[in-house]
Structure formats: C-alpha cells, structure tokens
C-alpha cells in the first residue's frame, strides 16, 4: 500500500481522467528481491508538483527499472530475480496488462532503455554483463533478441549496467565491473554492433548516465562517487574522458555509493542520488556540458535514494529502504532544492519513470 501526504485530496482528478502526461509509472523490488513491493504501480503528478498513489498498475516480480514507448501507451520492465524483460500496454484508467509473453533476459536485468524512435530496447544485466537488443513491432510489442558482444577484460567479472541513446543514434553502456563505456551501433535484424569503447578509472564503477544538451555524457560513479565527463570528438564520433569531479560538494563519506544521475530540463544543473550518507548532490554544468562542478548537497529525505526523477521543476527522490518518495521544489535560478514539498509512501520502490512526455516537448520542462 502507498498513501499520499501533505496534499489537498480533493484536487486529485478521477482516475479515468488522468492523461498519460500526467502518469508516473514506478518499480520496486518484491519478495524475490527482498523487496515489500508487489509490481508496477502507477502515481499521478500533479501540476503543482503533488504525487498521488493511484494504485497497483500490474502485479509482476521485481520489476526493478522501467521504460516508457516514445507514442504508445506501452511500458517494459525487467524482471531482475525472474531474467525476463516484458512489455505491458495501458488498459483502463491507470491498469497495465502483459502485451506477450516474458522474454529472456540475463542474470540480475537492471536496467531498460527505449529507442526514442521506438525501433528497439535494450536490456543491460548486472548479474553476467549481458548486453541485449529487443526489436519492437510498430504496436510496440516485443518481436526479436539479440545478444551483443560480451566485455572481455579479464580477472573480474563483467556488470552491465545501463544504456543510454545518443543524439546520433548510437548507444553507449555502462560496464560497472570492467569499469568501461561501450558505444555501439544498431543494425535492424542482427542488434548492436560494437563501435568503440572507453575505459574509465579502474574501480570507479559507471553506473548511469545522460547525455547533455551540448552532446557531453555524464557518467555517475557507483564506486568512486564521481561524475565523469566523456566527450564526443567532431571529426570522429569517439568519446573521450575529458575529468572526473566529484558528486558531491563535501566528498564521498565512508559506506557511500552513487546510484542516478538527472539533469535540468535546460542541462544547468544535475542531481546525483548518493546512498549510504542519503543526499542528493547538486552540481552546475556549463552551457557544453564540459565543465561540472559540486555546487551543494541536501538531505534527501529518506534512506537509500535509489533513484530519482526530475521534471517540470520538480525533484521526486525515491527511497527503496525507508519505502516512500519525497518531492522538493526545484529553484529556476540556483537550481536548489527547497523544503520538502510532499511524500508519498511506496514499499521498496527502485525507479520513476513518466507515462509520456508533457505535450509542450521537454518532460522536465521548467514551470
């Protein structure tokens, strides 16, 4: 059970009235990954930042990272105990229903990234570093898998761990274990082929990551607690690592692990989620994306920020031990966060990701 507070519950909508826009589907972790959650859920974000509880979307097991279709009313889930990636279609107000059957996936599936055309999605498992392709149908349903080339560093173990589509099309990997960025090419009916790949500090651990609006790639460091700064080369599309800042203003503290990385609509500011101390570090970036500097750090409100959100001016924080999602008010200008503005309790919840984009173009647009 979730229940919504400080929020005025007679200015929710029914549910039947609430437009994808306005839909904020969540993982979590359910018993077979120890986890209190039981499937993917779905709240409502209202305009002036309130998130509601709506409800149970579809019961699945541990459906631990979540992407949205770019036009269909589609999510896909990995089930990280089960090795499966599924996709599921809207029906009724806020329900989802399984839209074929699970599909494979590797050891310990983490995470899933959408083509923004909706050609394909990719799969990355921690567990034994698969790298794995789906192509999609033009409903959006799962049609082919494809394996990608394993990492093949040797004397420690490969950890695949997130997938990012580039502004050319390409996508790039993180390797947590083999301490790598792959950047791969996609070709229609055989998946990805390797482009090139770069190789980060040993033991720094990449995790997330996003791509600026001035075409850089921040990294976050699950080890090292660090953002790497990896730009792309004009002349030959190869990325190189341009520094390493750290995540936060007052350093990495004992027992520390930097878990999500999200930056402001207009890419000011990013937001790195750190467990252990429970803060969210906010760092400036400048107007390229090539120069990243610690600016503060904030409580964020809860223990173990697994994961977080940030959209039209809000920053939602979700917390997968203490179990609920704390909302803060995000300045224009500073880019800071201000007093909690609400929090909704949701059992061990591990990602936040939008139904649809806002009508007006950017999800995370300033308001």
């Known amino acids: 059970m979730a229940t919504a507070r400080i929020a005025d519950a007679s200015s929710f909508p029914a549910p039947e009235d609430i437009p994808a826009h306005e839909l904020i589907w969540t993982g979590c972790y359910t018993n077979d990954g120890g986890g209190r959650g039981t499937g993917i859920g779905a709240l409502w974000a209202g305009a002036d930042g ?5 409800g149970l979307a579809a019961a699945a097991d541990s459906p631990s990272f979540l992407a949205a279709h ?11 105990a089960a090795r499966t990636v599924t996709a599921y279609r809207r029906s009724g107000d806020f329900g989802l229903e399984p839209a074929g059957r699970h599909w494979p996936a590797g050891d310990a599936a983490c995470h899933v990234a959408v083509d923004p055309q909706g050609r394909f999605l990719v799969v990355a498992c921690w567990g034994d570093g698969q790298v794995l392709l789906y192509e999609l149908d033009d409903d959006g349903g799962i049609s082919a898998r494809f394996a990608a080339a394993a990492s093949t560093l040797a004397g420690r173990p490969s950890r695949a761990h997130a997938s990012l589509m580039l502004d050319d099309g390409r996508v790039v990997t993180t390797d947590l274990g083999h301490d790598l960025l792959r950047v791969w090419n996609y070709v229609p009916g055989q998946g990805l082929r390797l482009d090139h790949e770069l190789a980060l500090p040993r033991d720094s651990g990449p995790r997330h990551l996003v791509q600026h609006p001035g075409g850089s790639v921040l990294v976050v460091t699950e080890y090292s607690v660090e953002v790497a700064v990896v730009q792309r080369s004009p002349e030959s599309g190869t990325f ?6 750290p995540a936060t203003a007052a350093g990495a503290l004992p027992g520390d692990s930097a878990a999500e990385i999200a930056l402001a609509a207009d890419g000011r500011h990013a937001y790195i989620g750190v467990r252990g101390s429970n803060r969210i570090g906010v760092l400036a970036v400048d107007a390229v994306g090539g120069t990243v500097r610690p600016v503060a750090d904030i409580p964020s409100g809860g223990d173990w920020p697994r994961h977080h ?10 917390h997968e031990r203490s179990g609920d999602v704390v909302t ?7 880019g800071l966060p201000g007093e909690a503005a609400g929090r909704v309790d949701l059992a061990s ?12 173009s950017h999800s995370d647009q300033w308001t």
């Open 50 to 54: 309130t998130l509601r509880w709506l």
């Open 70 to 80: 770019p036009t269909r009313d589609t999510v896909y889930a990995v089930g990280e």
């Open 240 to 245: 190189r690592l341009a520094g390493m800042v």
């Open 309 to 318: 959100l940030v959209r039209n001016g809000w920053l939602h924080v979700a």
């Open 328 to 334: 803060y008010r995000l300045d224009p200008e500073s």
């Open 349 to 360: 919840p591990t990602a936040l990701v939008p139904a649809r984009d806002m009508p007006s």
